[in-house]
């Protein structure tokens, strides 16, 4: 596979986290969550370039970070916007010309392995773009804005999807004009491909791959690490 950049994301604040600082920079093993995350891509030799995309208040903070943890793949630090879709597009900016594939991750996935994105990358260099998810285990419905069911859809078709997401860089650069021009929204970049009728892959992801976003995703987080560093122990 050609040269891959990696777009993460640490623009958020956090609200539901309910703590005083971005869940971003809350700490796991003394280390910020974010460190956790950038050293899983700085240690693999399947992403050549990270770009980070921070807030608008802390593009020196976090380059103080990237100094004092020595994250040298970093190539840029640049600001996000009010939406998550704004923010990949922004990183999506400094995307050299040379890079053919991009990888976008969350910031405060700090979980995710090697073997992955590896899956992750060979099933998008076969596609065009692929996502890791998990089936859903919880029976799931759909409500009208009242509470009442609509409908259940049948769980076997249904998968909670994750990222690191790996796309063909012409494909991503495509659905984000299309997305800015005409002002679609979509949770994730794989569901602006998919408005373009672009093909998108999932592959097994890993229940331990979590997003940390409430209070219980940063105890369940803590045991997580805990139990890792056991076991490397």
């Not at 040298?72 to 704004?86: D, I, L």
């Not at 899956?119 to 260099?125: D, I, N």
């Not at 998919?194 to 995703?217: F, W």
Request: hydrophobic letters at 40%; one cysteine or more; glycine letters at 8%.
């Amino acid at each position: 596979m050609s040269k891959v950049t990696g777009i993460v994301l640490a623009a958020g604040q956090g609200s539901r986290m309910g703590s005083k600082i971005p869940k971003q920079y809350l700490e796991i093993g003394e280390r910020p969550i974010l460190v956790h995350t950038l050293e899983l891509f700085e240690q693999t030799h399947l992403i050549d370039r990270i770009v980070l995309v921070v807030g608008n208040q802390e593009v020196e903070p976090a380059k103080e970070i990237l100094s004092r943890f020595q994250l040298r793949k970093v190539a840029a630090v640049v600001t996000g916007g009010s939406e998550r879709s704004h923010s990949v597009y922004h990183g999506l900016q400094l995307v050299p010309e040379d890079c053919s594939w991009v990888v976008v991750h969350d910031g405060v996935r700090p979980f995710f392995t090697p073997d992955l994105l590896e899956r992750v990358l060979k099933a998008a260099e076969e596609t065009g773009a692929a996502v890791p998810g998990v089936p859903v285990k919880d029976t799931i419905k759909i409500c009208d804005d009242a509470g009442k069911v609509i409908t259940t859809p049948p769980r076997k078709n249904l998968w909670a999807i994750q990222t690191p997401q790996a796309f063909r860089k012409d494909w991503l650069l495509e659905a984000y004009a299309e997305a800015m021009a005409k002002n679609l929204v979509a949770t994730d970049d794989a569901g602006l491909l998919e408005q373009l009728g672009k093909p998108v892959q999932v592959v097994q992801g890993d229940y331990e791959n979590i997003k940390l976003t409430t209070p219980e995703d940063y105890d369940l987080a803590q045991a997580i690490w805990e139990r890792r560093q056991g076991q490397c122990g």
